[in-house]
Nanobody
Framework: VRLVESGGGLVQAGGSLKLSCTLS????????MAWYRQRPGKQRELVAA???????YYRDDVKGRFNISRVDAESTLYLQMNNLKIEASAVYYC????????????WGQGTPVTVSS
């Protein structure tokens, strides 16, 4: 299974970005999917997850601002990030797996997000 993220970049605080993750070499519809991030000097943390049903999970500090979605027909996972805060600056990783709410069997290479003041 290969996961490829895209959509990261530089944005001002309060702005929006939409991340995408395309899965190849497998069937996305058998996986729970998630977005993680790793901020400088910090451990990787779960940001949001979406199951097969689908149900969703969000960490508290992104609830109401981030939206995770999946389009299985396109083998693609999305993360819409609105009203971005400076502390959201991180490398964002896509993951696929069977555990819930933190699937982590397969990982992408990450896409960097920088939020400026």
């Amino acid at each position: 299974v290969r996961l490829v993220e895209s959509g990261g970049g530089l944005v001002q605080a309060g702005g929006s970005l939409k991340l995408s993750c395309t899965l190849s070499g497998g069937k996305i519809w058998i996986y729970n999917m998630a977005w993680y991030r790793q901020r400088p000097g910090k451990q990787r943390e779960l940001v949001a997850a979406i199951s097969l049903i689908p149900t969703t999970y969000y960490r508290d500090d992104v609830k109401g601002r981030f939206n995770i979605s999946r389009v299985d027909a396109e083998s693609t996972l999305y993360l819409q990030m609105n009203n971005l805060k400076i502390e959201a600056s991180a490398v964002y990783y896509c993951a696929a797996g069977i555990t819930w709410p933190a699937p982590s069997s397969n990982w992408g290479q990450g896409t960097p997000v920088t939020v400026s003041s």
